[in-house]
């Protein structure tokens, strides 16, 4: 009876062995194939950027625009200030 008992937890725990062995195989596999995916996502990334030297000229014509606005507010709030001292 106990050489049985001990055939079965053996059994038990070579069955558990198993299983886990194969959900860690397939866990690395996962990994990966995840890793794999981020490095693909990444080079089409790095291709899909905009370069400095393309990026420049959009700059600055932001930032003229942005100018361009913002010295038209000062100009008008300045324009009534002075309109309003008369």
Known sequence: ????????RVKTLEDTQAKEHMESVLRD??????????????????ENMVHRHEFTPIQKLVYGGAG????TVLASGL????????
């Open 29 to 46: 596999q996962h990994i990966e194939d995840l890793l794999k995916e981020v490095l693909r996502n990444q080079a089409d990334h790095k």
């Open 68 to 71: 361009v606005i913002l010295a």
């Open 1 to 8: 009876m106990p050489l049985e008992a001990l055939t079965t």
């Open 79 to 86: 324009a009534l200030v002075i309109i309003g001292v008369k």
